[in-house]
């Protein structure tokens, strides 16, 4: 296994100056091209990972990572063209150049707390079920035995993007804790969860840097703005018609946007906000209206906020987002 960020070379050999390669996702061709040499060297190298890097999911149709096979090309003289294996490997979805044990899990919680009315994700790349230890508030504890797999009626949108629509095996498991009673605690792995049942209105959900899905429940207070485009056309004005006014403002391209609060967070959580601020796929989760909505984040910076650096135990951070699709009134 080699995560995706660290270079792997593929040596296709020092007979030629150039080669023909290709290489395969498990069976399916997914690039083609031509390697040569560079001056002074004596065999031909060619970089992988940024080429395989596309082909990695969060969510795979089974819990084995693919397998990416590279073959260079050759001729024989009787069966013309043919393809021999030079190198085989497995790449892990993981950007983050933090120490990290695959083994136990690719889920990061910030601070492991969520509402009973969320989902619980926990991706984990080498389980087809995980154990989820659940604490009850009279104290009762059990375990319950959760498949790795998201069903397809989850959430609409959040769902194509998210879930096959097949029922095989994936790499992330959904965790309905509502329907278990009052529970107050979960506990995946190592990971401990808090789990609370209050007003809060919303929680984001992301891919961290390790490839796998987490939320951060929004503890704090949020502000919502609209940023408008406005479309007009000038007609000729006449004062016994409503249609031509003159000028008419014909149709508004609205733009939702969001400031979010995260709760008062310890030295340690904060240090895994990045896992969340430098996520490329976030959703805004309505707890009220059970709605998974599709954003962007907009903070052009992340501040790495520290007991040292901040001068006092506690630090909060504030989450700009956009909403992904753009709403038109006509």
């Known amino acids: 296994m080699h995560p995706i960020w660290k270079d792997f070379y593929v040596d296709l050999g020092s007979l030629n100056d ?12 997914i690039y083609t091209g031509k390697a040569h040499k560079k001056p002074g060297t004596n065999s031909i190298l060619v970089r992988i990972n940024d080429i395989c890097a596309d082909y990695l999911s969060h969510n795979w149709d089974s819990a084995e990572m693919p397998t990416f096979h590279v073959q260079r090309a050759y001729v024989n003289m009787s069966t013309g063209l043919e393809w021999a ?5 497995q790449f892990t979805n993981d950007w983050s150049y933090e120490e990290h044990d695959l083994a136990s899990g690719s889920s990061a919680p910030i601070n492991g707390v969520v509402d009973i009315r969320q989902p619980l994700m926990w991706t984990d790349f080498t389980k087809d079920v995980v154990d989820v230890a659940i604490t009850l508030a009279d104290g009762k504890t059990f375990t319950k035995y959760i498949p790795m797999s998201c069903l397809a009626d989850f959430n609409a949108d959040f769902n194509l993007d998210f879930s096959k629509t097949s029922g095989r095996v994936s790499s992330t498991a ?5 329907q278990f009673g009052d529970v107050v605690a979960a506990r995946i792995g190592s990971a401990s969860f808090k789990v609370v049942n209050k007003c809060n209105r919303y929680a984001l959900y992301y891919v961290n840097a390790f490839g796998g899905w987490d939320s951060l429940l929004i503890g704090g207070n949020h502000s919502e703005t609209d ?4 479309h007009e056309r000038v007609v000729e004005y006449d004062n016994t018609s409503s249609a031509n006014r003159g000028r008419v403002n014909y149709v508004n391209e609205i733009q939702k946007r969001m400031t979010l609060h995260t709760s008062w ?3 340690d959580e904060a240090s895994r906000m990045h896992h969340l601020l430098n996520a490329t796929e976030v959703y805004l989760y309505d707890l009220e209206k059970r709605q998974m909505m599709p954003v962007v984040l907009t903070n052009t910076t992340t501040e790495h906020k520290t007991f040292k650096g901040n001068g006092r135990q506690l630090v909060n951070y504030a989450i700009e987002v956009a909403f992904a699709n753009d709403r038109i009134r006509r």
């Not at 150039?18 to 061709?29: H, Y």
């Not at 294996?85 to 490997?89: C, D, F, I, L, Q």
């Open 18 to 29: 150039s080669e023909v390669f290709r290489i395969l996702c498990d069976e399916e061709v």
């Open 85 to 89: 294996v030079v190198a085989s490997v």
């Open 174 to 178: 959904k965790v309905d804790l509502s």
């Open 227 to 230: 940023s408008l485009v406005r």
């Open 265 to 267: 967070l310890l030295g």
